[in-house]
């Protein structure tokens, strides 16, 4: 009888454990810390890359979740001031994930937004040549917007101020990106 108490206990533990964990993410295309394959790197020039978005998903979004937010920045582009390279958004939660490729243009539930160079689309990792590996944050952030809400042509920075009553919680990977 005791074995069993302590059963329940922990496992009603471990439960309590994952809901108070809120909400995750993960992705396919690299793990927090590793290295971008230069799949998704850029495609001008000589970036390397094939210019693929990466797969992103996500769990535990908080109650009252209606929508989330995709966004990679590169905290170390322009000198330290960083680089947009993907603004996506009006996503439906429940989907839990954008495939690889999806969320490159708008369309099939998805917004795109203007990256750095004011294009609605995804756009690659393209350090230059030499620099020590750039850092891209991929954050996924949970809002309690309904998907559609927001307008189009929305850059990182309209988006900030669009979501600063309706964001929930957010979560970041980051992965490196060389040339």
Excluded at 83 to 106: F, P, T
Aim: charged residues 10%; hydrophobic residues 45%.
């Amino acid at each position: 009888m005791t074995s069993r108490i302590v059963y329940v206990a922990v496992a009603a533990l471990s439960v309590a454990r994952a809901a108070d964990a809120g909400m995750s993410i993960s992705s396919t295309a690299m793990q927090d810390g590793g290295v971008m394959p230069s799949l998704f790197g850029g495609t001008a020039g000589a970036c390397g890359g094939r210019g693929i978005s990466p797969q992103i998903s996500w769990s535990h979004v908080p109650a009252g979740t209606r929508s989330v937010v995709v966004l990679l920045w590169d905290i170390d582009g322009a000198n330290g001031l960083g680089v947009s390279h993907w603004v996506a958004y009006n996503i439906d939660a429940a989907r839990g994930e954008l495939k690889q490729g999806e969320g490159q243009v708008d369309g099939a539930g998805v917004t795109v937004g203007l990256n750095q160079k004011a294009a609605p689309a995804y756009m690659g990792p393209c350090p230059p040549v030499g620099d020590v590996a750039h850092h891209y944050v991929l954050t996924v952030i949970a809002t309690d917007l309904a998907p559609g809400t927001l307008g189009p042509a929305l850059d990182r920075n309209a988006l900030w101020r669009a979501l600063q009553v309706h964001a929930l919680q957010a979560q970041s990977i980051v992965g490196r990106y060389a040339r």
